[in-house]
């Protein structure tokens, strides 16, 4: 049996991957992580019976300890925990469901405890790339990528001579406000831009994939998992969400790889690799699906998007600028605080009045967070337009 953690069992990506789980029935859990929702953990705890799990507050732990007094499972809280649970010394594989930043020490420490990574926390590869990726070769761990384009992507590159790759197309949906103007988006509230057209997510994927941060953040973790330069990552929009991305070789050939929009597809993938499972759920319909369009992405409108090129290229801190702003104004609309252009508008001033650092380290990569985090709070900020 091949033994798993999850940190973010309770989100998202952390319930469909213990779906997968439970319908595959020969992997072990063995650890499992929340933020606060102790009651769902609880539940996953008893279910699944892991060795460890961790929450983050400490007066979260106490009262779930409590609970589950009759259960086996060691209750632990904070980042301390959170490694504990990411290190714990029987599992092979980690699946780093957590949302945001705060998955960069649990992965890196995951990484150095030999574990291998089924990454869906993109966050952590767009801000530490440049420490996560040489680490992963110095300790021969392999990083999985769980998100679906990136799942595409390793999907058609099977087999195939990576020195031989033209370029990576990254498709997106473009969101439910495609084909607006910035001037039509003004007063968009936090009800319209969590419903997402093809896909049901956590609300800060939710939030990003509607400004289109969301694929600007995928370009550069597609730049560090298959070592390709940003001008060779090219974003097309193509609406139903079928084609999950694809890779132009050398002499022009296209693949790509194609499924109906269900991520327990490139979870069980990471998982299982280079194996394939049968996965109950829908297939593709050709027929009555008829035709599969594309478009050219809209950088003006979504400067999100052009923003990430721009970080991209500079490299060092600049990742971290625009994801930490990204993370807090995202949090502050979801709070109704601020409008929604806002939020791109927040990104856009902070990359360009925080200082640009080269090659930083963990250390400097959290600093350049909280420097962001405290720009944004000593901005006098506009008041929502919610
Ligand atoms: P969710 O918001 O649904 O889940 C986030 C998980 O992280 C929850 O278990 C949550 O716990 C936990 N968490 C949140 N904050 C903290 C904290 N401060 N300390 C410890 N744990 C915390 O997110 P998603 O599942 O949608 O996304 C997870 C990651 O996967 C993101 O990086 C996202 O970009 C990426 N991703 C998601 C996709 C999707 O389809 N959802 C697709 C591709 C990538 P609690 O429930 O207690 O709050
Ligand atoms: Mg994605």
């Known amino acids: 049996m091949k033994k798993i953690g999850i940190l973010g069992s309770t989100g998202s990506i952390g319930t469909q991957t213990l779906e997968v789980i439970r319908t595959q029935k020969d992997i072990e859990v063995v650890s499992l992580t929340a933020g606060s929702n102790i009651d769902f953990l609880e539940q996953q705890i008893r279910e699944f019976c892991p060795r ?12 779930l300890s409590l609970r589950v007094s009759d259960t086996s499972t060691k209750i632990v809280s ?26 960069i020490r649990p992965t890196i420490a995951a990484m150095e405890a030999k574990k291998d990574i089924a990454l869906a926390n993109k966050e952590t590869l767009v801000t530490a790339g440049h420490i996560i990726m040489p680490l992963a070769r110095k300790m021969g761990v392999s990083i999985l990528p769980v998100d679906s384009e990136h799942s595409a992507i390793f999907q058609s590159l099977n087999g195939e001579n990576r020195e031989r790759i033209h370029k990576i197309i990254l498709t997106a949906s473009g969101g439910p406000f495609r084909g607006k103007t910035r001037e039509q988006m003004k007063q ?19 939030i990003d994939s509607s400004t289109m941060v969301n694929k600007g953040l995928e370009v550069m973790e597609a730049k560090w998992l298959f070592g390709v330069s940003l001008d060779q990552i090219e974003v097309v929009i193509q609406p139903q969400s079928v084609i999950h991305s ?16 269900d991520m327990k597809l490139p979870i069980q993938y990471a998982l299982y690799y280079p194996d394939r499972r049968y996965l109950p759920g829908a297939r593709l319909d050709f027929a009555a699906l008829r035709q599969i369009t594309f478009e050219a992405p809209d950088l003006e409108n979504f400067k999100g998007l052009a923003l990430a090129y721009e970080v991209g290229r500079k490299g ?37 009045r925080i200082p640009w ?10 600093d350049t967070e909280r420097e962001t985090h405290e720009y944004i709070q000593a901005m006098r900020l506009p008041k929502g337009r919610n």
């Not at 799990?53 to 732990?61: I, Y």
């Not at 968009?188 to 049901?200: C, F, M, Q, S, Y």
């Not at 600028?321 to 902070?350: H, M, P, S, W």
């Not at 090659?359 to 400097?364: C, D, I, L, W, Y």
Request: proline share 4%.
């Open 316 to 352: 060092g801190n600049a990742p971290t600028v625009f994801n930490a702003a990204n993370e807090k104004a995202v949090e502050l609309f979801l709070k109704r605080q601020i409008g929604y252009l806002d939020i791109t508008d927040l990104i856009e001033e902070c990359v360009a």
């Open 188 to 206: 968009i509230r936090v009800e319209d831009a969590l419903k997402h057209p093809n896909w049901t997510m956590g609300q800060k994927i939710t």
């Open 357 to 366: 650092r080269s090659n930083p380290s963990v250390e400097g990569i959290l």
């Open 78 to 103: 904070g980042m301390e925990g959170l490694i504990e649970a990411a290190t714990e010394p029987s599992a092979e594989i980690i699946v780093t469901a957590i949302v945001g930043m705060i998955g």
């Open 246 to 261: 694809m890779v132009e070789y050398e002499d022009g050939a296209v693949i790509a790889q194609l499924g109906t929009p």
């Open 52 to 63: 460890i799990a961790a929450v983050a507050s400490e007066e979260k732990a106490r009262a």
